[in-house]
């Protein structure tokens, strides 16, 4: 049984969930049963320093909940006082926790008043923009800094049971000996592991829990009945994802084994957590693995567990393939039903990937449906299953009491420990019900993570937990039936992000099979076309016709030019995935990065088409005023006439395609030239534009090398512009040339590279680094002009930070670009891995290497580079662009604003990345940077057509960005149209003005 893939329109999947549910609830004795408990829990709220009522106080949504978020996040790991009070300091600077008098408000909770004393003191102590500080100052800055951490810490009390696992089985030996029917579920803290470092430790941590719970376990018990742990499947692997399903099935499967028999032996409950949806698929493929193992080796043993978000939209199927999977093999599971905890971040890579629906449900009502008709999947299922039910909602609650009563099917229900307090006070009045507490543990700085989520999640205006700690929210309101469909969600779907006159382009999920069999069959379908290498004289005619056809090209109207790049967008939509194929068999890249580059060459077609009706409509001067009467003055845009667009081979559709589509759609005619290793692409892209409605004259593409077929072209006297993204030194090259022709100045847009690099301060979150670094840095096997190439980390961060990454890289797969599983594939060619061992060989001598060099998987891919890195002593040390996966790293101190001026002195650069949780910061420095692309907190490379333009001019080439609003125009010349109005006989409108304006006689 195979999951659906998750593609289906929402309301389609919630009137199916309604149906399943029809006849099995009574909302109206749900809300008379919950009632009671809301009304109680209001009466007698929980402890003063609850998350309900901070949340209250300082909701999510405001600067301050903002502020306050923003600290829990990141002050807990910051490593030096300086940072920490700089951090403090912006983040209390930026909120207002003062009421509307001006005054500091009374707070109800202690860290709301914890809150409010480090306020007070950053007024008087904390540094002002300038920094300046005195030694009285600093010394309060620190009491600042040290009343900010106490309250975070508090706030961390909250959620985690124990920082060791002795301290939260001690917390629930108290706990179980007040309440004797309430369990936990221990979770040793901590997200993904990036090295596997981090997966051994984690395994070892889940190790010593086992055994320390099963010691803590002093009477006879069942799973049901003994305290528990959670683990996550992406801590125990570095690389827990669908690519790497081979390696995972080898290698993660027995370390979850060897738990899986631990937890049997003592007879606990042992429960896989969930991931994202992108890791649905292989999270069961390795649940069945285990699954079968325990009927052979373990078949008494109920303790195994898994836990199922309902916000997916395909949770109902997902239980179902669960139930499936337990009878299939005999043994009985214990499911945990939770409603889901990574809603943003899938909403958000939908949207990246250009998915055709979301996943997850965009209302939460509809979340609700879903997890009753999973919740009444379950209690269907006592064979198979021991249902757990997660949640803090009381109609919830009533409602799964509701369905229990009636299946008569044993279950539990469990809350988050230091959330749903309140309410499980009253639900818990009925002795016969049980309670599991899912109870993290862990040190105060491992729950940044789990923290923000929690505060995400519950912090939201629509959640439960929020509503009833607001007394503005009706019990009424509070406790209505959510069995009814919405009307669609204010959320657009991915295809719709940037709004009807430009759908965004559609990809493909690469992690559900049905897409990646796409693919791989498109592969063996493709087929390169030969492109034969064009003569001079070959140039000349081609030159002849494109002069020839570009006045009928020019008056075509601009409406009808655009559609044809929507005709050819949609076409290439249409052949994805043989595009995609074209690009790794030819351009060697690997499937992720070909899906991108086809994505990017359909949105610049599209992008461009609604520009150019843009700025190519008439516009009326001076607007917006009439202007001298008597006249009219209109200014327009027209196509200069023949264009050479030279593209380069590491983008050899979506640059290719980018600079064509710009120069026909402003009514240019166009030769173009691509790179000498990737004609076939643009040969194929080119043959899309003519079926699209582009006359053959008036796109030629003309293949050869670029000192005989690329100079001839820029050398023509008929060129009346040059398009080029390639090196400085060819672009130099260019503009020599043009600027020794005759007749009139030739325009020249040129894109070249650059030193990139990426400034680390001691607030920025190293798995955060690491995985930016990964994309920046190597993944195109680095051969991305806008590809991190400098690395400037804080020394107080260096260390663990470069072992991260040393750890990370090891986990990457090198070779053949046509695996799945490959993350980087060769260089482009013998003479680009030629000059790039010549570069790696001059660092061997004069830097430091960071990790030794491993050998590919495959050494039979020919001009494979395994990443590198190495340390040099200074920023001035590093003189030249490395194309490759060869990153320089240097280790700073004092002033960041300094850093940023030694970058800017490099000469050039395409990109910066910033990565800091100091805002001021982030701004000051991007400000200061000489580049033309800044990114905060993220990678250096992707930039979206149309909201990250790319390029730029200044001292990485002449601009303006490609994908962004002023690109256009550069293709374009303008004219003026002036008409005498009153050259008729006279000036008849403002006669006519002044008859209406004369008073009668």
Known sequence: MRLPAPDRPETDV??????????????????????????????????FWALESLLKEFPISSKEGLALMRLAEALLRVPDADTAIALTSDQLGRADFADTAGHTRQSESAMGRLTHAAVALSKKFLPDADGSTGLAARLGAR?????????????????????????????????????????????????????????????????????????????AHTPALADGLSIKLSALHPRYEEAQHERVMAELVPRVWALCDRAARADLNLTLDAEE??????????????????????????????????????????????????????????????????????????????????????????????YLACARAMLAAPDALFPQFATHNAGTIAALLQMA????????????????????????????????????????????????????????????????????????????????LLPASGLPLPRDLFGPARPN???????????????????????????????????????????????????????QRAAVLRHAADALQNRLPAFCALLVDEGRKTWPDAVAEVREAIDFLRYYAVEAERVMAPVNLPAP????????????????????????????????????????????????????????????????????????????VLHGPGETVGATLVAHPGVAGVAFTGSTAVAKHI??????????????????????????DPS??????????????????????????????????????????????????????????????????????????????????????????????????????TPLAFEVDSIAAVREEIFGPVLQVVRWSGDAALVIDDINALGHGLTLGIQTRIDSRAQALATRAQVGNVYVNRNTVGAVVGLQPFGGEGLSGTGPKAGGPHYLPRFCVEQTLTVNTTAAGGNVALMAGQAREAPET
């Not at 009137?15 to 009632?35: I, K, M």
């Not at 049980?434 to 700085?445: I, L, T």
């Not at 040129?750 to 690099?757: Q, V």
């Open 14 to 47: 919630v009137r199916q969930r309604l149906h399943s549910l029809e006849g099995t609830l009574d909302w109206a004795a749900v809300a008379r049963q919950a009632r009671p408990w809301v009304e109680a829990v209001r009466a007698h709220p929980a402890p």
């Open 143 to 219: 009491a600042v800094v040290t009343a900010t951490v106490r309250a975070v810490q508090l706030l961390g009390q909250q959620f985690v049971l124990g920082e060791s696992i002795a301290q939260a089985l001690a917390q629930s030996a108290r706990t179980h000996r007040a309440q004797p029917h309430v369990r936990f579920s221990f979770d040793m803290l901590g997200e993904g592991a990036r090295t596997e470092d981090d997966a051994q430790r984690y395994l070892a941590s889940y190790e010593r829990a086992l055994d320390a719970i099963a010691a803590s376990q002093r009477e």
């Open 277 to 370: 949806v992108d890791r649905l698929e292989l999270s069961l493929d390795v649940a069945e693995a285990l699954v079968a193992r325990i009927a052979a080796e373990h078949p008494q043993w109920q303790g195994f567990g898994l836990a199922l978000q309902a916000y997916q939209t395909r949770s109902l199927e997902l239980v179902e393939h669960v139930i499936a999977m337990a009878r299939r093999h005999g043994v009985k599971l214990m499911c945990r039903l939770v409603k889901g905890a990574y809603w943003d971040a899938e909403i958000k890579r939908a949207q990246e990937a250009g998915l055709a629906h979301y996943p997850v449900f965009t209302h939460k009502q509809h979340t609700d449906i879903s």
């Open 405 to 484: 009563e009636r299946s008569g099917a044993r279950f539990e229900l469990q809350r988050l420990h230091g959330m749903g307090e309140a309410v499980y006070r009253e639900v818990l009045r009925e002795p016969l019900i049980s309670c599991r507490v899912y109870a993290p543990v862990g040190p105060h700085r491992d729950l940044l993570a789990y923290l923000v989520r929690r505060l995400l999640e519950n912090g939201a205006n629509s959640s439960f937990v929020h509503q009833l700690a607001d007394p503005a929210c009706g019990v009424d309101e509070l406790l209505r039936s959510p069995l009814h």
């Open 505 to 559: 382009s559609m990809g493909v999920d690469l992690s559900v099979r049905r897409d990646r069999d796409a693919l791989l069959q498109a592969r063996q379908t493709a087929v390169l076309p030969t492109v034969a290498e064009a003569s001079a004289d070959d140039v000349a005619a081609a030159a002849q016709r494109s002069l020839a056809a570009a006045p009928a090209w020019r008056r075509r109207p601009v409406t």
């Open 625 to 700: 005023w009439p202007g001298v009467t008597g006249e009219t003055n209109t200014l327009r845009l027209h196509g200069r006439g023949m264009w050479v667009c030279i593209s380069p081979w590491n983008f050899p559709l979506a640059i290719f395609v980018g600079q064509v589509a710009a120069a026909l759609v402003t009514g240019n005619t166009v030769l173009a030239k691509p790179a000498e290793q990737t004609p076939g692409v643009a040969l194929a892209a080119v043959g899309l534009l003519h079926d699209a409605g582009v006359p053959s004259d008036v796109l030629q």
């Open 735 to 760: 503009q020599r040339a043009l600027a020794a022709k005759d007749g009139p100045i030739v325009p020249l847009i040129a894109e070249t590279g650059g030193i990139n690099a990426m400034l680390v």
């Open 764 to 865: 920025a979150l190293p798995e955060q680094v690491c995985d930016a670094v990964l994309q920046s840095a190597f993944r195109s096997a680095g051969q991305r002009c806008s590809a991190l190439r400098l690395l400037c980390l804080h020394e107080d961060i260096a260390e663990r930070t470069l072992a991260m990454i040393a750890g990370a890289v090891a986990e990457l797969r090198v070779g053949d670009p046509a695996r799945i599983d490959t993350d980087i594939g060769p260089l482009i060619d013998a003479e680009a891995h030629a000059k790039l061992c010549a570069q790696v060989e001059r660092l061997r001598r004069h830097g430091r290497p960071l990790w030794a060099e491993r050998p590919p998987r495959d050494l039979a891919v020919p001009h494979v580079q």
